[in-house]
Structures are given as C-alpha cells and as structure tokens.
C-alpha cells in the first residue's frame, strides 16, 4: 500500500518536471499562469511576485505572449501617445 503511493507521488513529480522542460517554463512562468488562471484577465503589471520585479514581470508576460500561452484580449492607446497601448492579457488553451 505504502509502494503504491509512493510510486504515484513519483510519477506524479515525474509529470511535473517533463512539463517544465517540454513547455520550456520554469517555476516564476507557471506562477504568473496560475494567477492569470485564478484572477481572470488582466494587465502584465497586475501580478505581484516578491521575487521579481514589475519591469521583469512584465518581460516574462511578454515572453508568454510570444510562446502562445496568453493572448491580447484588449488594446487601448496609452494617454494618447502614438505606439503606446495598454493591453490586457488572457490565457489561451495552450496556458489552461
């Protein structure tokens, strides 16, 4: 009985770290999906990490972005300055 489970926490474990190298996502990536996943939408700098930063946050949502796991849901001009947009991100399948 005590085999069984400890052969399912391994697989378990097994399955987890097969994902980060498959998706190429470490620990700070899958964070910032899950909050994207519990809070709904919203914008890159809407996360709080301890660890990182606002501007590297913000590089990492980019990076997902690029990589398919979030999309734009909303983009509006950033105080009238031309080039400059507010968006707002949601998460695509691939994220779920």
Known sequence: MISAYIMRKNINLVI???LKQVFTLDDYDFYILG????????YKYGINIAALKNRAIGYRVDKLY???????????PYRNIKGQY???FGLTSKGF
């Open 66 to 76: 690029e990589k398919g796991f979030v999309h734009v849901i909303k983009s509006t």
């Open 16 to 18: 987890s770290k097969s």
């Open 35 to 42: 909050e994207f996943a519990k809070k709904g939408e919203g």
């Open 86 to 88: 507010t968006r707002i």
